[in-house]
């Protein structure tokens, strides 16, 4: 009895120690989470006046490309490169991964990754360097006029991108793209090659493998990659009729001469210098060409429109669904036109949050053309996601994953372009509102839409295996266009060596921005769409009144509140949470995007199979990979089958 009595009376004892030393941990917790979140008040104030100033510094650069200029934005990226990394070495010697509290973890996580300003000050300078070398010469490149050899000042914008929209002589056609890719693509190899070395350095010394593991950390989902590849093969069969379509109707134009009728399409042919969208030659491929012209450009010009118009037209539609006007700041200090005082400056559209709450802008070097319209409503998009979430702390001012940045303004375009709202603003007349206006306009979309997907999900892929080591330097020419044959069935209009480099005649490649955020954008925009349409009491699935396909929610205010309760997140909670606020989702999902395009879809397949055409195409006959590449690629095909049958 003495005995039980005593083992109780141990345990009793032990129970108190295990609970006061229970309570002591949990009040030092406290204590600690509470220093801790005074630090990151004052890390996150210091960061907005930091981010500020580099913003300024990257304008005045971008907006004007000087030697002078460059040399402000690299020492401001320098010096502010330093501060990050001494407040980074404060930032990691709290224990935030036991923190209690969501949020300070969440905002703590994000500061104590430094990213590239980890480097040796040395190397940081050489990695900005690099990236600045490859800018500079994408935004300065000219080529010479084909009709006119010594006039040899075109820039890409505007005049090849009009030439390239507008012109139909395969030749001329090739040589804008021959020359393009020479002096945009070719001259920085070696700076992307460093490039690609010291990133990966900055990403190993941020405990990450490569560079490439860098940018999926941005998704916040293990299974980031296979989700893109499941997006891809559920699309794959529509880009696949499409592709087939379009080549028939670019055989009939330009004949076995030009491209084999079951083949890859040559990359020149298809209206723009990437062949990521094909909308250009929508005039001689339309499927109903007898119905009226569902493009904007005439009416445009007609009504005088102006670049400053058409951005007040796109700040109206934000408006109308209650969400914010475009403060004073944004018109007086965004540029939306290419200054004609001489200057060179980057002309790739971008908008721009400063981190003052106040300041935001957009630089476009806008053209009054339908395309631009549209560029026009993307680009807002981007602004109205800052000022909805200019209120969250710095850390948190982004998308909730680099795609939904990019799908507002594009959600807003899928309304703007329907003829539906293109009437109701003036912009179109009175069309008839039949299934074959329908299937012209849902072509026209699929040409903008579905045939960037491929585009946009090789660019990465591309990118990943030149930061994982699997592409070096001797292949980048022959894996890029591997790529590009395999999935959009495009082939170089010339024959290609390793003394070319193609992929950095496009921006992003050349300006170090991942790409994978578009091929993200242009799925989810359509889950967005899909849910605001239905809040907006625009689509009733069954109702053929209500289809996804005309929906316009202008002047809605109840889907603009609900978008509004997205975008206000930035990027405080996970994006699979920002994704079930307007969706009630948690993954992607192509469902949305596959409704949209049912009826194109069901129509082409019946339109190929009357012409016999090919669903997919013979392999290319243009040389871009030597025979050893060749051969080294099915080598290196085979063991990738072997692994996966293991």
């Known amino acids: 009895m003495k005995v039980g009595i005593g083992i109780i009376f141990c345990v009793a004892i032990l129970a108190i ?87 300070l973890k969440r905002k703590f996580e994000k500061y104590a990754f430094l990213g590239s300003a980890a480097l040796p000050n040395e190397k940081f300078e050489q990695l900005q360097k690099s990236i600045s070398e490859m800018q500079s010469n994408y935004a300065t490149a000219k080529i010479c006029d084909y009709s006119n050899s010594s006039k040899c000042d075109l820039s890409l914008e505007p005049e090849i991108t009009e030439l390239l929209a507008t012109s139909q002589n395969p030749e001329e056609l090739k040589h804008i793209w021959v020359e393009w890719h020479k002096e945009a693509g070719a001259k920085v190899k070696d700076s992307f090659t460093e490039y690609v070395k010291l990133s990966n350095e900055a990403a190993q010394i941020n405990n990450y493998s490569n560079n490439a593991e860098i940018w999926l950390r941005e998704y ?10 499941i997006i891809w093969d559920q699309m794959k ?33 298809l209206g723009n210098m990437w062949a990521q969208q094909w909308n250009n030659i929508e005039s001689f491929t339309r499927p109903y060409p007898d119905k009226p012209d569902i493009d904007i450009t005439p009416n445009l010009i007609a009504q005088n429109y102006t670049a400053l118009k058409m951005f007040q037209v796109s700040d109206e539609f934000f408006q109308s669904l209650n969400l914010t006007a475009m403060p004073p700041k944004f018109w007086e200090n965004s540029i939306i036109e290419k200054p004609n005082d001489g200057r060179e400056l980057i002309c790739h559209a971008s908008a721009w949050d400063f981190y003052d709450g106040e300041d935001f802008r957009i630089k476009e070097c806008t053209m009054v053309n ?31 994953n680099p795609g939904f940045h990019e799908a507002v303004g594009d959600v807003m ?10 009437k109701k603003i003036g912009l179109l007349p009175d069309i008839p509102d039949d299934a074959q206006t329908e299937i012209n306009h849902l072509y026209s979309k699929g040409i903008e839409k579905i045939v960037f997907l491929p585009f946009a999900y090789l660019l990465d892929l591309y990118r990943y295996a030149i930061f994982r080591g699997e592409t070096t330097p001797d292949n980048y020419n022959c894996h890029f266009w591997k790529l590009r044959e395999d999935l959009q069935g495009l082939e170089p209009p010339v024959p290609r060596t390793e003394n070319d480099f193609d992929a950095a005649a496009k921006y992003h490649v050349s300006a170090d921005v991942e790409y994978a955020r578009y091929y993200v954008s242009f799925v989810i925009q359509f889950q967005f769409h899909k849910a605001l349409c239905a809040e907006a009491g625009e689509y009733v699935p069954g109702d053929d009144t209500k289809k996804l396909t005309n929906c316009d929610i202008y002047q809605s205010t109840n889907a603009g509140n609900l978008l509004a309760k997205m975008l206000q997140m930035g990027s405080s909670r996970p994006w699979q949470d920002a994704m079930e606020v307007i969706t009630g989702q948690r993954t992607m999902d192509a469902s949305g995007l596959l409704e949209y395009f049912q009826p194109l879809m069901s129509w082409l397949k019946e339109d190929n199979e009357r012409t016999g055409e090919l669903i997919g195409w013979e392999p290319s006959v243009v040389q871009y990979c030597t025979d050893p590449q060749k051969a080294a690629l099915k080598l290196k095909e085979r063991s990738k089958v072997d692994s996966i049958n293991k």
Request: net charge negative.
């Open 370 to 400: 339908s395309n631009h319209f549209e560029t026009v409503h993307h680009e807002m998009g981007h602004i109205q996601y800052y000022l909805q979430y200019k209120h969250q702390p710095i850390v948190y001012r982004e998308g909730a």
């Open 237 to 269: 069969p529509l880009y696949l009729q499409i592709h087939a379509y379009v080549r028939k109707n670019l055989h009939k134009k330009y004949g076995d001469a030009v491209l084999s009728r079951r083949g890859p399409i040559p990359a020149h042919l």
């Open 220 to 229: 916040e989902a293990n299974d980031f990659e296979q989700q893109m590849k």
């Open 17 to 103: 120690i295990l609970s006061v030393t229970v309570t002591a941990k949990d009040v030092n917790l406290e204590e600690n989470e509470g220093k801790a979140r005074e630090y990151m008040n004052n890390l996150d104030k210091n960061a907005a006046l930091r981010k500020n100033e580099i913003a300024l510094a990257e304008w005045a650069y971008a907006s004007n490309v000087t030697d002078e200029n460059e040399a402000v934005r690299l020492n401001t990226s320098l010096v502010n490169a330093q501060i990050d990394k001494t407040e980074w070495q404060e930032t990691i010697t709290y224990k935030w991964q036991d923190f209690q509290d969501f949020d």
């Open 413 to 422: 375009s899928l309304s703007v372009s329907t003829p539906k709202h293109l």
